[in-house]
Nanobody, 125 residues
Framework: VQLQASGGGAVQAGGSLRLSCTNS????????VGWFRQAPGKEREFVAA????????SYADSVNGRFTISKDTAENTVYLQMNSLKPEDTAVYYC???????????????????WGQGTQVTVSS
């Protein structure tokens, strides 16, 4: 599994960005794919996750209603659509995947085996 995250950038508050996570190693078919973020001086925190086979999703309370995680089967890609961005969303965003997670562990970074490189998201006020 080789994850590649892209789509970060700099936007003003209220703006939108769409992050992409692709897997160049194999299909996501049996995986849970998650997004985490880490701001300077803070711990890595859960943002959202999707189970590829069922499309079941989970969100952190801080992004629920503003962010949407989705999949494109043909492109073997997971997207994170981020709307109504706030300065506190500024962080490096990481995509991650694992094939053995139970739902109760989706928000735990230590539960994931595979991580992509991060992509910077900067939201200015």
């Amino acid at each position: 599994v080789q994850l590649q995250a892209s789509g970060g950038g700099a936007v003003q508050a209220g703006g939108s960005l769409r992050l992409s996570c692709t897997n160049s190693g194999r299909t996501f078919r049996r995986y849970v794919v998650g997004w985490f973020r880490q701001a300077p001086g803070k711990e890595r925190e859960f943002v959202a996750a999707i189970q590829w086979s069922s499309a079941y999703t989970s969100y952190a309370d801080s992004v629920n209603g503003r962010f949407t995680i989705s999949k494109d089967t043909a492109e073997n890609t997971v997207y994170l659509q981020m709307n109504s961005l706030k300065p506190e969303d500024t962080a490096v965003y990481y995509c991650t995947a694992d094939s053995t997670l139970i739902r109760s562990s989706w928000s735990m970074p230590a539960a994931y085996d595979y991580w992509g490189q991060g992509t910077q998201v900067t939201v200015s006020s």
